[in-house]
């Protein structure tokens, strides 16, 4: 990944398996190792006297991946090695791609004597808008300064799914990893890399039994290596995994599952969050039967052990008759995990997690437009956030911050993501419950918003703060920036610099069609490096691709060329 194209200067190392994934950037049928020290077909060992040591480091497998554009037929991509004989490639019976094609050339590079290049093309997905010989995504702008990309993409319409699963991009925006999900039942997918680059993966399904699923895959082969479908589900609790799966350790993962209660009262106690909600419940359910309210457990995962563990659950230090918030941003939650019909109040909307600088947990919750942060050893809450000081008790038994002024604060907070120090974050201001937003584009805006905590005062301040095209406070902000409906991601990369993806983007080119996402990458002056704008998912998937993050590999290849390559092996 990563080239400039044919006759390109920019070169990628790459990884090219025998049985590695079907898509994009590999290839099944590959049976030798492109190595000068691998095994010759006849099966003894042989070398390579025009080997040199920086390429002997490289030679377990690895190969230099030069990429030109692609067709609907696969993308032809350069594969060059420290191996000078050709390489056979056989092709695959039920591949979509034309017949391999072969060219060995002798280049010489700085650090290596030698190098061997054959040309092949490779699969197609069999989708038309993933297959196509332009790029999938759009560079506006600039070059990023991380290689790739990967998100979430549906492919249909308002009646049928075609294609959902996860896809990964290079700086010019070419597919070059893909994994696919079941069409029939996935709703939605998040996702996040672990360190030896396998994605940890929750799928919210669409079926009833079972209703979500946490994953771990492996990119090389494709496959699920571990599957752990949500099975604590039945007709009086329910359990579903939803909103997150944040890596936060070589073994564990985290994520949100729902959980009711029936404690909190009958429709009398939901007239003051929402008094249409409460006439619905009365009408539904009469008098006298408790409302069902849905709250969320953070749930630690041990991909090892293949365990899971409820950390906290919000109820434990919130509760709708405390902590009283009118709004219109609940909504009524199938609750179902058989095939009676049944709703509760989703009250909290848990909608992110990960771990501050200090390895505690950092909550967003949507509804509640809140930021916890969580001790990570389960013993109490370290500080509370809310754009909305009503929601408060008064008696919290944790420090309380309040936000510096009215045009500071957030709403409907997604994403959230630590700063440089346990008193920083930053979050994706979605933006839905701002005053004054109606829901249109002309009316709401969003933003990628940091801020800095004062301990002495209890306030945050807003340290961080971007928004597209306007810039923040300028006329024309409200009108003229993009507005994310649901979704997002912001995260502070290693140069200091900030990576924002608004995924669900209502934008008035073709609204009917569907909402698309866009990445940009902001240097630490707050300039923008580079803009990328991804396909709409169709209008049926509200929350669009939901997120985006960006990688530096999709299997321990490197961004590099070969030269300054073999160092990192």
Known sequence: HGGRGEGGEAESVGRLEGDGPRGVGARRGVDE??????????????????????????????????????????????????????????????AVSAPTQERDEVRAYRGSELVASTELMTEGIGITELDDEQPFGTVLSGRSSFPLVTVQHIVGSM??????????????????????????????????????????VMVEMTTVAPNSELQVIDPVSNDALVSIPQEHCDNTTYAQYSHEAKVVSSSEMVTFSYINRKDYGDYRSLEPLSSQMAEDWLQRQGNETPVEYVGDKLVRWDMVSRRTEDVYEIFDFLNPLDNVLQGSTYGWLDTRCAVDTRQGVEWSHASSAALDADNDYLVTLRNLHMVLAIRRDGSSVKWGLAS?????????????????????????????????????????????????????????FSRAVGYRLDPGTLTAHLAFEFEFPVPAGAPGEVDLDLYNSNGGYVARLPDDGVVVALTSVSIDDDPNVGHPAFVFDVAPNATIRSELRLPRVPRSHKSGSYRAIPAFSVAGERDLPPDRAAAFF
């Open 33 to 94: 190792r492109l190595c000068g020290a691998s095994a010759s077909r006849s099966g003894a060992p042989r070398e390579s006297p025009r080997t040199t040591a920086a390429a002997s480091a490289v030679c377990a497998e690895r190969v230099v991946l030069r990429g030109g554009g692609g067709g609907r037929r696969g993308r032809r991509v350069r594969v060059q090695a420290d191996r000078v004989d050709p390489v056979d490639v056989e092709q695959d019976e039920d």
């Open 388 to 444: 909305d000081e009503a929601v408060w008790s008064g008696d919290e038994p944790f420090p309380v911050y309040r936000i510096e002024s009215e045009a500071a604060k957030f709403w409907e907070p997604h994403a959230v993501s630590p700063g440089r120090s346990p008193l920083d974050f930053f979050l994706v201001d979605d933006g839905t419950s701002r005053p004054g937003c109606t829901g249109s584009p002309t009316t709401c």
């Open 159 to 200: 009646d049928e799914t075609a294609w959902v699963g996860l896809l990964t991009l290079d700086r010019e925006g070419y597919i070059v990893w893909y994994h696919e999900f079941n069409t029939s039942s996935t709703s939605y997918a998040v996702f996040d890399q672990r360190d030896d680059f396998n994605v940890a």
